[in-house]
């Protein structure tokens, strides 16, 4: 059973930085594609930035591109987003996610996604 677990939320002022951390257990994870969602209060669950577990190929929502990096240590089996010049409209709660499979059209859809971690919370002060 796959098992994630998100770290590294918190409180920051507009302009910071904070770095997520998402533990990866349960199998190898060779083949996968993880990804970062994030759900603002009021809003719906929404694509923040993806990684292929394999080949590292990386992809980003327009809102933060340029600011937001997703990477992965297979060693660790750990994917990070390094999150800088924060925004107050980035802050929610952040999710990470995987599925079986190699990156697709469908890497930004929710219901492509096997196994999701439990979240954890980010908020950027004005």
């Known amino acids: 059973q796959v098992h994630l677990v998100e770290s590294g939320g918190g409180l920051v002022q507009a302009g910071g930085s904070l770095r997520l951390s998402c533990s990866a257990s349960?199998?190898?994870?060779?083949?996968?594609?993880m990804a970062w969602f994030r759900q603002a209060p009021g809003k719906e669950r929404e694509f923040v930035a993806g990684i292929s577990w394999s080949a590292g190929s990386t992809y980003y929502a327009d809102s933060v591109k340029g600011r937001f990096t997703i990477s992965r240590d297979i060693a660790k089996n750990t994917v990070y987003l390094q999150m800088n010049s924060l925004k107050p409209e980035d802050t929610a709660d952040y999710y990470c996610?995987?599925?079986?499979?190699?990156?697709?059209?469908?890497?930004?859809?929710?219901?492509?996604?096997?196994?999701w971690g439990q979240g954890t919370q980010v908020t950027v002060s004005s």
């Open positions: 349960g199998r190898t994870f060779s083949g996968y594609t």
């Open positions: 996610a995987a599925y079986v499979g190699v990156v697709r059209t469908t890497i930004k859809q929710l219901e492509v996604y096997d196994y």
